[in-house]
């Protein structure tokens, strides 16, 4: 047999995607025959936005052997408890969306169902009184969780809000230790070859050629390799999703770090505040049909909370997938393979989503069929995922104040979600899968936080008394209320533990 091993990997781009992926294929494919090239221009530069992140980074982390204190003060992270939504279903509304559950483990049927049956009768305040990431974040403390399964303060999970060029920076210090060779330079002409038609090679701007076996297209919104080259197409989400714009402006800060992502509703799109140790990362997504890049600068300037430490960065894209993400040789991973938008902080999931289905199907160079349609459908079925859940925060709004939310208040959905919004409305379940964003909590979350109530509870939750429920749902609210009171404020948390001064006072 002969030997059909992948020898050459070559990685365009050095962005986030780039240096996630050269930093996984070099700890963990990477061997004395398969030599793994990253090429970046510094002269292109990368997107410079990206800082919010979802838990499932921590186990990209782990893998990868990444300490966590040496990585947030390497990156001058902080910890991320949840998303919270101001202004989206009405002005004045405001929810987080929890990494972590409602209620307590166990019960018959899910909390929600519990809380709903309570709160048509009695005030029992909302929802994310019963879920500790939710209490705790709001008052800006922060402890890990629990080991102990049947403890309350197992109920969560974290992410980290970071520095996007340092991370970038730390995953290149990764990759090259692990053996990884970068390569400066702009890429001026993409080789295929003429019988196969699989990229051969690619041609940098002083004339250089490297060739290669599996090429990994990280080279951003232009699809260098993907689109440009081998035209994979652009699946268009941009009648669900119309904001297509973003102006994002760093800026200082003094107050305590908060630990969660803030995402408010403005009037052509939405606000993103990320606050980090020394910093806090700002932008306005908005909507270029219904607000110009200059009135946007002006919107969100005026929100700033501290001194503009940078210009304002300005971004273009559309949102949508690359119809194959892999297509003969080729893999697009991170910008170049599809940008939903920014609300849910789901991009750099998705690259870590895409490395790590790359390695789990790893290729020969035959690149058969099956296993390019396996990773296609794997890749599909995250995105149109989060694209649902995503519509699902623009769609179910009350507002009328302004023509994008009147456009998407009253848009037709996609189907999958019209089934789930059905499924939610008829009896306060959710359409539950196995693979892919979101799940269950996730889901609650944001159908309560847009005031989408469901018409009945769980019939399992009359099993239990309004006189017996609501004096539990009393004692629960209280011992949350008590459990996150004792934890250190993130602040005195980062301090102790991996504050980025301590680093660099080292
Ligand atoms: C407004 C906004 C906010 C966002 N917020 C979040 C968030 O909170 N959380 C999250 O997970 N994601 C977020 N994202 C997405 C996130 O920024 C990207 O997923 C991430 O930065 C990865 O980008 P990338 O590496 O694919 O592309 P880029 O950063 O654009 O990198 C592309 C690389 O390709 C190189 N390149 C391109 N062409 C060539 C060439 N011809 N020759 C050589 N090199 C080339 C460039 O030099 C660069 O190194 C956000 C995006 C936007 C627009």
Redesign the pocket.
Known sequence: MTDRRIRRVVV???????WMTAAALARLVQSPDTAVTL????E??????????LPHIRAFNERLGIDEAEFMKATRATFKLGIQFQDWARIGDAYIHPFGDYGLPGGEAPFHHYWLKASAGADVGPIDDYSLPCVAAREGRFAPPAADPRALASTYGYAYQLD?SLYAKYLRGLSEAGGATRVE????EVKRDAESGLIAGVVLDGGKEIEGDLFID?????G?LIEQTLQAGYRDWSHWLPCDR?V?MPCASDAPTVPY?RARALEAGWQ?R?PLQHRVGN?Y?YCSAFLDADAATDRLTGLLEGEALNTPNH?R?QAGQRRRTWVGNCVA????GG?IE?LE???????QQAVTQLIALWPDRDFDPATVAEYNRLMDMEFERIRDFIILHYHATERTDSELWNHVRTMTPPDSLIEKLELWRTRGAVQEYREGLFLHPSWVAVYLGQRVRPHRWHPLADRRATSDLLPALARLRETIAATAARMPSQDAYIARHCDYRTAEAA
């Open positions: 365009v781009g050095g962005g986030t995607a780039g090429i970046e221009s510094a292109i530069g990368t997107v410079g936005v990206g800082e919010s992140t996007a330079g702009r890429i001026v990280c080279s951003g919104f232009r260098l973003a994002a992502t993103f990320i932008g997504v971004l894209f991973v991170g910008l170049s940008f920014p902080s789901t991009s750099i999931y998705l690259i």
